[in-house]
């Protein structure tokens, strides 16, 4: 008779499973100190409690290394179940309208690729330079205000925010500088010169120094809180400066672009000439575009990188390594890049053009893959300013417009309720601005700018 035991295998010899065995934990066990405290110290509770967690969690209370029998198959319960498919979660995709949110009519807004009337400032009030006026609007509660500085002395040339907003530098078209109290509308401080040219870019390196570029090329630092106010000179362009930037992360760099088709950065840490020592020499000159260049700005996340844009002649948006001068990249943007703006909290670019289509044109660096183009303007884009709060932008074009374009995700920017919004814009400054069937707010001032 059989017997009625199961059949068991038995080896002459103990010869263990390699598939069976974890290696990393042999490893550790065979390397690892011996547990035991042989100097008859005893071990901290934290020590006990920390090599229980290790035990439970990863060791999982093995003592053995070798491994003689196969793995046992795990049971059905652990098996996958593929009773419902997987479905990938689908990325929320990112819409970009292809027109502004809100469309500003500004009679007044003067055509001109070298002026710099546009400026967003951090207590989120956009500023718009007309011919003898100042059109600030308030983004937080809809509001809208126009200062009007002294007559007689020419058409504004350019408007700056001081980093904390205390004023507004003004320039005018009779080389004078002031600075406007936002609240009062009075000069509170200001340069009159008339054997200075006038004034085509600003700059503030802090809430007390304005560095000033003008039509005949020169740059100057300017420490309103001294009688001299006269601190160094920039010398290196030969025409007119139309645009001034500081380095945001650093300041300790300037950059500025100008009409003599040149680009210059300079390092305000850079000993000067005992024999002129209010003069600066340029760190790098930059003389590889072809045309105007007004669209300078600093990358926000990286301190060294520099981008730049050419006019009409140009149409390239060029990148530069301010550590030793060199390009890094260059891209035909197909028509004039009148200014451009970096995102403050990704990797993007928005440059403005143009003839033929006046566009808005927002790229992902460093691919340079177009993301988005947004239209809305009839004439090319002269200026951009970005909000302080992020995921919108104002651009003033020569068509006499002022447009509010949202960029941001739409899960970190939700859509607005149109008609909340309409109802606010026709509360704006108790009359002053009207809201027409297009859709476009109307400023009309209350004196005549013809």
Avoid at 12 to 40: K, N
Avoid at 248 to 263: C, E, I, N, P, T
Wanted: hydrophobic share 35%; proline share 6%; with cysteine.
């Amino acid at each position: 008779m059989s017997s009625s035991r199961s059949r068991r295998v038995e080896y002459d010899r103990f010869i263990p499973f390699r598939s069976a065995m974890d290696m990393d934990y042999a490893r550790f066990a065979l390397t690892g100190p011996s547990r035991p405290q042989r100097d008859g110290s005893r071990e901290s509770p934290s020590s006990v409690a920390y090599q229980k967690l290790l035990d439970d969690c990863i060791l999982k209370n093995r003592s053995r290394i070798l491994a003689f029998k196969t793995a046992p198959e795990a049971p059905a319960s652990m098996l996958p179940q593929f009773d419902e498919p997987i479905r990938p979660q689908k990325k929320q995709q990112r819409r970009i309208p292809k027109e502004p949110e809100r469309v500003l009519v500004i009679h007044g807004l003067l055509d001109d690729n070298v002026l710099n009337l546009l400026d967003w400032g951090s207590n989120n009030v956009l500023a718009i330079g007309l011919e003898d006026a100042v059109y600030l609007w308030d983004a937080a509660n809809e509001s809208t205000k126009l200062l009007q500085p002294v007559e007689d002395r020419g058409p504004i040339t350019c408007i700056r925010w001081s980093p904390d907003c205390a004023v507004l530098a003004v320039a005018f078209g009779n080389s004078d500088l002031s600075l406007i109290d936002p609240a009062t509308g009075h000069v509170v401080d200001g340069m009159e010169d008339e054997n200075q040219a006038p004034v085509l870019s600003l700059a503030w390196r802090s809430n007390s120094i304005l560095t000033v570029g003008r039509f005949d090329g020169t740059v100057v630092d300017y420490d309103f809180r001294k009688d001299d106010m006269f601190i160094c000179f920039y010398n290196g362009h030969r025409r007119g400066v139309c645009s001034l930037k500081w380095s945001v992360l650093s300041g300790r760099y300037l950059a500025s672009g100008g009409q003599d088709k040149l680009v210059h950065i300079w390092d305000a840490c850079m000993p000067v000439s005992r024999d002129h020592p209010r003069q600066r020499q340029w760190l790098h000159r930059i003389s590889s575009h072809t045309s105007i260049v007004k669209a300078v700005d600093w990358c926000p996340t990286r301190s060294n990188l520099l981008a730049s844009g050419g006019g009409c002649n140009d149409h390239c948006v060029k990148f530069w390594n301010t550590v030793n001068g060199a390009c890094l990249n260059s891209i035909d943007a197909g028509s004039e890049v009148c200014a451009l703006l970096w995102d403050k909290n990704k990797s993007e670019l928005l440059t403005s053009h143009g003839s033929p289509n006046n566009q808005l044109t927002l790229w992902n660096y460093p691919s340079m893959t177009r993301v988005a183009e947004v239209s809305g303007h009839s004439s090319r884009v002269l200026s951009l300013a970005g909000s302080p709060l992020g995921g919108v932008v104002a651009s003033a074009a020569a068509d006499e417009t002022a447009n509010a374009v949202e960029i941001d995700d739409p899960q970190k920017a939700p859509e607005l309720d149109r008609d909340k919004q309409e109802a606010a814009v026709k509360l704006m400054a108790n009359g002053a601005c009207t809201l027409c069937n297009t859709g476009k707010v109307h400023i009309q001032p209350s004196f005549s700018l013809d």
